[in-house]
């Protein structure tokens, strides 16, 4: 049996595993509850003492995909029997669903948006990116401090100009303006991130595939890209979760036909005052995706989060 | 010490770099400092020079 | 031009085939794949801003266009450095940066710490930790104020549940002496793994060897700690405390939804004042020489970072 003066005790690891399980437990609590609360009755979710124990319920649901108006004697004579499943859980409140929120619509475009912006940055950022990593670009030190320096900015300040362009050509409040606004925020990262992991490729794979009668092109397509893949995969994964979760640029330059989700969960309310359960069940569908990326992750999480500058 | 003098005579990145880095740092404080308010006015000042002679020194050799 | 790989994959090939290799020349090529990236961030970023720093120097409203615009030089920078309220939101700002970061630097270092004496499962438990940093900061900060409800949020009841307090008697959003702990709380809970996981990155960076010939010289292991781990760890903290400082410095999302400022002007952070000059009181000349201030501010503070993450790289 070999000893090693820097293996912990097993008392050591010990008392570390039940600190650090503690911490776990407290900071995963709050997304819990917010899990939760989305499966709980209104009253359920706002009854002192808190529940911890409840009758799941699919309110939060229902009331955050439909809209729905309080319900009259002869506006129940009329309607008849409730049809479906849905309009069973909103009758149970005392409301007539009145038709579909615009929840649906808001997810949709942080879908677009998230995805597109995703793509192009992708694209420009993985070209840049072997460029600034094989080529000798002029002033490259300055280039790259000054594409990092543009995601340092503060969003609400950018805004300013970027609210008066977007006005006068028109892109407010539309699809592409955001893609591209999100595409440029989002460069950044993504140059530097591809940068460090198309530095890890051998140059030596491209340099046999120029002797072997390959462009650069081909060289760069067939050699490179495939060697990438999962530096490309992740940094694009960090590309996603920023654009999905942005808020500053997202309140300020959208308001109808082109808003995400994260202005819009805040303003959730339901018949007679804050509907708990709905903005719970919003928050959660909105979040949950994200931690499942965050679980794809978790090897590369730290490059991500320092710009490259740490591998390991 | 002298080292560091040295390099600033000898317009050395390095020693720059910190001289500029300590300005920005002490313009950031006397941004968010709570106690002066003439501090505050000139806090922005400190923190451009420092910014900008940051960006001319880089280009020093090392 | 001396020695790219190229220049020797073509003086090994033969003259026809060398022609073909190089199709287009490296230098078109590098330009093509940059190009597009550079234009972009000069249409968002470097235009945007040259133009900002126009208006800066005018009083021009956006919600009157017709209105003469004048130059006013000097005067909206004078007006913003000697304003007693906007001095004050800096200090609000101070005061989340400030308390964000020991936290999240005590916490998150003693976390990677504990995490680095690798017991069983702590990939498991790094993960779940790590979960809030990567979520919408702005619908984290909607769901607080539900946690942070009197009598009914969790929060409240589990302060009540240790100090046996009424959870009915005090509310973190509603109290001026409590708000800007509550921005700061919730910032920690979404934090913290950011400096934990930089921290542990820089604990597994140390070889065992130095622990090992410390051992051999009978060095304590309070010692150790001091002498080879806080400095070794050192450089990777600077580089968590700068980025968090940067971010935290331009905080709006998170707070914004939590609070929105109040009460009164208590969490009213930098960049929440400065949207409501630019977006509610449509001073755009003001607010462009507001963003200046900020602007010159946080790329001062980014080139001290890019500083420090080439000093990180090189270990």
Redesign the interface.
Known sequence: MSFSVTEPSKRTKWLAGILVVGYALITISPLIWIIATGFKSGPDSIAYPPKMIFEPSLEGYVNLFTERTRATQDMLETAGPPKTWYDQIARDQGTVITGPSRYGARFLNSIIIGFGSTALCMLLGTAAAYAFSRFRVPLKDDLLFFILSTRMMPPIAVAIPIFLMFRNLGLNDTHLGMILLYTAVNLSLSVWLLKGFIDEIPIEYEEAALIDGYTRFQAFYKVVLPQAATGIASTAIFCLIFAWNEYAFAVLLTSGTAQTAPPFIPTIIGVGGKDWPAVAAGASIFLVPVMVFTILLRKHLLRGITFGAVRK | MSTFINGLLRLRRGPW?MV??IL??L??VM????FA?IL?????LI??I??VM??IV?HFPE | MIDTSIDKAAKATPVGLARRIRGLSDRTIAWIFVAPTIFLLLAVNIFPLIWTIRLSFTDFRVNRPNRVVEWVGLRN?ERI??D?DI?AT??A??HF?IWTIVLQVLIGFALAFLINKKFKGNDLWTTIIVFPMTLSPAVVGNFWTFLYQPQIGLFNYAVTFFTGADPASFSMIGDVHLAPWAIVIADTWMWTPFVMLICLAGLRSIPDSIYEAAECDRASKWRQFWTITVPMVLPFLMLAVLFRGIENFKMFDLVVQLTGGGPGNTTTLTSIDLKREAFEKWRTGYSSAYAV?LF??V???A??YV?ALNKVKER
């Open positions: 770099e500029a880095s920005i740092a313009g950031v941004l968010m400092q709570p308010i505050y006015s000139w806090s922005f923190t451009l420092g910014t940051f960006i880089s | 920078y450095l000697s007693p001095w800096m200090q700002t101070a940066l201030i010159v501010t790329f001062g503070l080139s001290i500083k």
